[in-house]
């Protein structure tokens, strides 16, 4: 197990392999255990995982962020300069896509690839609070939900998840932006991948990943068909495929 400082609090990452490294940032409400089953489908790389502040087995918060993501990606960027490695390529799910675009706006340098995966884009939908409400109360409720909930987080998972929930408001109430700085200022290539019907982000997700291509240099999009959130987990292979080919290309 190891763990690196950050702002007096410990961050939990691991090293998998040799290869080009291959960082992995897990979304809201789960942990780098999200990324366990699908591992082996990148074994050519060196792959790093983190739990961020507050999740998994790194030291937890009173209270998360409001601009959660963005505070994400300074974790994700202090890791990175912890590890010394050099320019890695980044794949976000979920809450862990903005960290993960975040962190290319902010360190450029540090950065080669970013894959975007599952998100809802440029800004949350219309009515994403409510749906985001009525998703952790089924949680609650679901006993086989729950179970999924404690692996990824720990026994205090209830707490975790309503920090997350009250983080997540507080953001939509703010206004703020998602992003450090406009999109059509991403230095490196930009991959977003997601499923037809994921249940948990915008309906008109093409619409909104095309509006992406148009605005954004070196981006392209693909969806995939078995429906769920998120996409990496849903379609294992066929993500695994398209991110290395893409890395292939672009890193």
């Known amino acids: 197990m190891s763990f690196f400082n950050y702002h007096d609090k410990q961050i939990y990452y691991e090293r998998i392999g040799e290869g080009k490294p291959l960082l992995f940032l897990h979304g809201n409400t789960s942990s780098s255990k999200l990324f366990s089953p699908m591992l082996h489908l990148y074994s050519d790389f060196q792959i790093l995982l983190i739990d961020f502040l507050g999740y998994g087995q790194s030291d937890r918060l009173a209270e998360f962020p409001t601009e959660l993501w963005k505070d994400e990606a300074r974790q994700t960027v202090a890791l990175l300069d912890h590890l010394q490695l050099g320019r890695v390529d980044l794949v976000g799910t979920s809450g862990g896509a903005w960290a993960a675009i975040n962190a290319a706006l902010l360190r450029p340098d540090l950065i080669a690839t970013v894959t975007a995966d599952s998100f809802d884009g440029r800004s949350l939908h219309e009515g994403f609070g409510d ?63 997601g499923t037809i019907n994921d249940g948990m ?22 969806l995939f068909e078995n429906p769920g959130h998120p996409a990496i987990g849903t379609n294992m292979e066929e993500v695994a495929a398209a991110i290395i080919q893409f890395i292939t290309e672009y890193s």
């Open 131 to 193: 749906e985001l409400l009525a998703e952790r109360k089924a949680v609650a409720a679901n006993p086989e939900t729950a179970v999924i909930y404690q692996w990824y987080l720990g026994d205090d998972w209830e707490s975790i998840v309503k920090k997350d929930t009250d983080s997540l408001l507080r953001l939509i109430r703010s206004e703020k932006g998602l992003f450090f700085d406009s999109l059509k200022t991403l230095k490196c290539p930009l991959l977003l991948t």
């Open 201 to 222: 982000i915008r309906s008109n997700i093409k619409e909104e990943y095309q509006a992406i291509v148009d605005e954004v240099p070196q981006v392209r999009f693909q």
